[in-house]
Nanobody
Framework: QAQLVESGGGLVQAGDSLRLSCAAS????????MGWFRQAPGKEREFVAA????????PYADSVKGRFFISRDNSRNTVYLQMNNLKPEDTAVYYC?????????????????WGQGTQVTVSP
C-alpha cells in the first residue's frame, strides 16, 4: 500500500497561487494514475484533477479548468497541483489519491490509496 503525503497548502488571498505536492512512497509510481480531490466543510468530496500514469490524459473539474494544472514527476514519485487565481470557493482540504491502475477517473471509488490531506483557505 502506497503512502501519500501532501504539502503546500495554506492561507492565501483571492487571486493568489499555490502549488500542492504529493509525494508517494513505494514502487511503481509511474504505473498508476494519480488524482486530486477536495472536500469543503459540509460538502462531499469532489474531483479536482487527475493525470494518467504516462502524463498524457489530464481531466479537470469544470470549476477549476484553466486555473488549476496537474503534473507529475515520475523520477521523484511526486504529483503536483498548480492552483492559480484562487477563489474563496476553492477553500477545502485537498487530497491526493492513487488510482487502481494506469488510467484516470473522476470517481473517488477508483482510487485505493489516499493522503491525509492539506488545507487550502482562500480569503476574499
Amino acid at each position: 500500500q502506497a503512502q501519500l503525503v501532501e504539502s503546500g497548502g495554506g492561507l492565501v488571498q483571492a487571486g493568489d497561487s499555490l502549488r500542492l505536492s504529493c509525494a508517494a512512497s513505494g514502487r511503481s509510481f509511474s504505473s498508476y494514475g494519480m488524482g486530486w480531490f477536495r472536500q469543503a466543510p459540509g460538502k462531499e468530496r469532489e474531483f479536482v484533477a487527475a493525470v494518467a500514469s504516462s502524463g498524457g490524459s489530464k481531466p479537470y473539474a469544470d470549476s477549476v479548468k484553466g486555473r488549476f494544472f496537474i503534473s507529475r514527476d515520475n523520477s521523484r514519485n511526486t504529483v503536483y497541483l498548480q492552483m492559480n487565481n484562487l477563489k474563496p470557493e476553492d477553500t477545502a482540504v485537498y487530497y491526493c489519491a492513487k488510482s487502481a491502475g494506469w488510467y484516470v477517473s473522476r470517481n473517488a471509488e477508483q482510487y485505493g490509496d489516499w493522503g491525509q490531506g492539506t488545507q487550502v483557505t482562500v480569503s476574499p
